[in-house]
């Protein structure tokens, strides 16, 4: 089993930044695919960003394209997630997930462990 816990959240002003760490525990020596997802208030979950195993490989939703990056460190088990230029939005709980299988996709299914989610608000 793999725990995630994100970090990060908080509120902040239209144009502002927030860093958003997500620190993995337990099977942490499988190799993992890392997500970042998010979901606002009656709305369906919506894909943020994800990193292969190794860092080599990003990709974005085209809602942060340009603003977001997503980046691992995998010696401390943890991967970030920048957010940049942020707008109202973006006010979504973020939530990270992973697998240990070898996918790049960005439907949360692929995606058997998840976090709790941490809030993130900006406001105009």
Partial sequence: Q???VESGGGTVQAGGSLN????????????FTNVWFRQ?????????????WNGGRTVYG????GRFTISK???KNTVYL???????????????AATTRYVAS??????????QGTQVTVSS
């Fill in 2 to 4: 793999v725990q995630l």
């Fill in 20 to 31: 958003l760490s997500c620190a993995a525990s337990g099977r942490t020596s499988i190799t």
């Fill in 40 to 52: 606002a208030p009656g709305k369906e979950r919506e894909f943020v960003a994800l990193i292969n």
């Fill in 62 to 65: 085209n809602s942060v394209k």
């Fill in 73 to 75: 460190d995998n010696a």
């Fill in 82 to 96: 920048q957010l940049h230029s942020l707008n109202p939005e973006d006010t979504a709980v973020y939530y990270c």
């Fill in 106 to 115: 960005t439907s949360s299914g692929q995606y058997p462990y998840w976090g």
